[in-house]
């Protein structure tokens, strides 16, 4: 158990929905990351936060959106959504948000657009 | 730009064999490199990581993995190995002085009985 959490575990929708996945880090740690893997692009990574601020951002989606909340959870939006998002989403979060970081992964949120 | 290259995207190796993961990276300055694994149905977890010192590095259920600045090279070792072991082996770099994490496209090691 890597001390991240993430809700909920698994998500269906329909094409043109949006979602919300939520991502708890580790207790300490001020930084949060987001990726996206599926079978054709591996692990993408979409965009990471430092207390509550963008640091960096990836390959995320004009249709996509995240922020990290005082309380340091961080929330992905995803809307408009298209068959080719159905992907396993990580959350991932470490100490800093430095490079020499070890990042601690959660289960993942598995999201299925029918 | 950096990137990272892992050159096998599956391996195949029987129980009890030794098995070597390649991974390659470009950079023109300094990194950091790690060593991830994924197992199934479950999130990455830190195998190992370089950061400065021995060139050598040991890491967690007997992985090794040896930088190499001239090769440009951080390759994952393990000299016998256990079908416990198969899963995703991911490597990941991160240049000096900034706050990206590079990750490879990982390597699928199927251990056979």
């Known amino acids: 158990d890597s001390g991240v959490t993430q809700t909920p575990k698994h998500l269906i929708t329909a094409t043109g929905q949006r979602v919300t996945l939520r991502c708890s880090p580790r207790?300490?740690?001020?930084?949060v990351y987001w990726y996206q893997q599926s079978l054709d692009q591996g692990l993408q990574f979409l965009i990471q936060y430092y207390n509550g601020e963008e640091r960096a951002k990836g390959n995320i989606l004009e249709r996509f959106s995240a922020q990290q909340f005082p309380d340091l959870h961080s929330e992905l939006n995803l809307s408009s959504l298209e068959l080719g998002d159905s992907a396993l989403y990580f959350c991932?979060?470490?100490?800093?948000?430095?490079?020499?970081?070890?990042?601690?992964f959660g289960p993942g949120t598995r999201l299925t657009v029918l | 730009a950096q990137s990272v290259t892992q050159l096998d995207s599956q391996v195949p190796v029987f129980e009890e064999a030794p098995v070597e993961l390649r991974c390659n990276y470009s950079s023109s300055v300094s990194v950091y490199l790690f060593w991830y694994v994924q197992y199934p149905n479950q999130g990455l977890q830190l195998l190992l990581k370089?950061?400065?010192?021995?060139?050598l590095v040991k890491g967690i259920n007997g992985f090794e993995a040896e930088f190499n600045k001239s090769q440009t090279s951080f390759h994952l070792r393990k000299p016998s190995v256990h079908i416990s072991d198969t899963a995703e082996y991911f490597c990941?770099?991160?240049?000096?002085?900034?706050?990206?994490?590079?990750f490879g496209t990982g390597t699928r090691l199927k251990v056979l009985a």
């Open positions: 207790s300490g740690d001020l930084s």
């Open positions: 991932a979060s470490s100490t800093q948000g430095g490079g020499t970081d070890t990042q601690y």
């Open positions: 370089y950061l400065s010192g021995s060139t």
């Open positions: 990941a770099v991160s240049p000096g002085g900034t706050y990206k994490y590079i």
